[in-house]
């Protein structure tokens, strides 16, 4: 009769109802037949057909809360118990189980009105059957019904609240498997881009400078010298492995702007960031320009931190990622309406791992840049970074010159 998961409170309480409406039928049934009734038989079959009927719809699969199965069965119980009561006074305390019977498989605006004319009809078996009328014939099944409908309603609403505490758990265990995964993933591509510099400023770097010593080597040497051979091949396999050295720099790059441009991996990081009632959008303002990689990483990365921190610390219901392309300089805005914290209590390093605000300021003031943090108790947070578009003779250019010129 009940759609939710079982339980052994559940279960206990469905047996403890079955039992009584089962017993207080027997006992109607008893009291006829020992009483010498003039309608014992009819009692006796009627109790029997309320019985027999009870259980099929106890035990029928489509006899669900607030179906018509339900309310066809209680309908059929109920003019089954009415005519027992018209001939038998015993079959008053029947209106019992009936009232949890209704509280529970009608909805509220049909389960009330039917608790009443329930009441109603055991306060007129008093009458029917030439009974004292006293208060307490009053007193008593609306009392009973009143007891009723605090039980079930409570009990509705203690199970409503259950289900929210275990949809929350769940959703807790879901979020922190997926910040888990987060987490596992940036550092995942941290050592990658911490081993494509690497590779790119030691091997790229050694092995570019070794190939333009074997140049000026080659070109120095007399063209019969049988140096010239050696240092050919020498200059040759350098550059062999340089190329060799790329490929790992290109296999090693953030697989976000292996796949289009920065625009589209901050599209996707929005889209694919999520946290309990955390909405996450992203704008381009201005007219997009090709970045250098280093800008590019650096702006995404500095987009995935802000974001790591919103979504593990700042319990916002909204974040915006603006990508700004202006004259002279590129900016990247990340804002949320969280809880915010005290900027002058700034942390060294971020709690969670990976990369902090040191580390955003370290990578913006690499390529000639400033970041800037907003942010207040209860007033959210606002990360902005801007980097300065690469010029001849910028500090940016200089960077980006002296890094790729160490691969090429």
């Not at 109607?28 to 003039?38: E, I, Q, Y």
């Not at 038998?88 to 009608?106: G, I, K, N, R, T």
């Not at 609403?157 to 289900?163: G, H, N, T």
């Amino acid at each position: 009769m009940d759609s939710r998961a079982p339980t052994s409170v559940t279960t206990a309480l469905r047996l403890c109802l079955h039992a009584l409406l089962v017993g207080l039928l027997l006992l109607a049934a008893l009291r006829a037949t020992g009483d010498g009734a003039r309608h014992d038989t009819a009692v006796v079959v009627l109790a029997g057909v309320m019985a027999a009927l009870y259980g099929a719809g106890a035990l029928a699969p489509v006899v669900r809360p607030h179906t018509r199965a339900a309310a066809v069965w209680l309908t059929a119980l109920g003019a089954v118990w009415l005519a027992l009561l018209v001939l038998s006074s015993d079959a008053l305390w029947v209106a019992f189980p009936l009232y949890f019977l209704q509280l529970h498989l009608l909805p509220a605006r049909w389960g009330l009105p039917a608790v009443a004319v329930t009441a109603a009809a055991a306060i007129a078996s008093f009458v029917l059957h030439g009974q004292e009328v006293t208060p307490g014939s009053f007193i008593g099944p609306l009392l009973g019904a009143a007891v009723a409908v605090a039980t079930v309603f409570g009990y509705d609403a203690l199970f409503r609240e259950s289900e929210r505490r275990r949809e929350l758990i769940d959703e807790l265990v879901s979020t922190r498997a997926e910040l888990a995964a987060a987490e596992r993933a940036a550092g995942t591509l941290a050592e990658r881009e911490r081993l494509a510099r690497e590779i790119h400023d030691t091997l790229a770097q050694g092995l570019s400078s070794i190939q333009l010593l074997l140049r000026a080597a080659e070109r120095s040497l007399p063209g019969d010298s049988p140096a010239t051979t050696h240092v050919r091949r020498a200059r040759e396999a350098a550059q062999d492995n340089l190329a060799e050295a790329r490929r790992f720099v290109r296999a090693l790059t953030p697989p976000d702007l292996q796949r289009g441009s920065l625009a589209a991996a901050l599209s996707r990081l929005s889209s694919r960031t999520s946290a309990p009632g955390l909405t996450v959008q992203f704008a381009v303002s201005g007219r997009p320009a090709e970045l250098p990689t280093p800008y590019e990483v650096a702006l995404l990365r500095t987009a995935q931190s802000a974001l790591a921190n919103t979504v593990r610390h700042s319990g916002a219901r909204r974040a915006e990622i603006t990508l700004s392309f202006m004259e002279t300089s590129v900016a990247l805005d990340v804002v949320d309406d969280g809880r915010g914290f005290d900027t002058a209590a700034e942390p060294v390093t971020s709690s969670g791992g990976g990369f902090g605000l040191p580390a955003m300021r370290a990578r913006a003031r690499s390529l000639g840049g400033t970041l800037s943090v907003e942010s207040g108790s209860g007033q959210g947070t606002a990360v902005a970074v801007t980097l300065p578009l690469p010029s001849a003779d910028g500090p940016a250019a200089e960077y980006i010159g002296t890094t790729e010129g160490r691969a090429a």
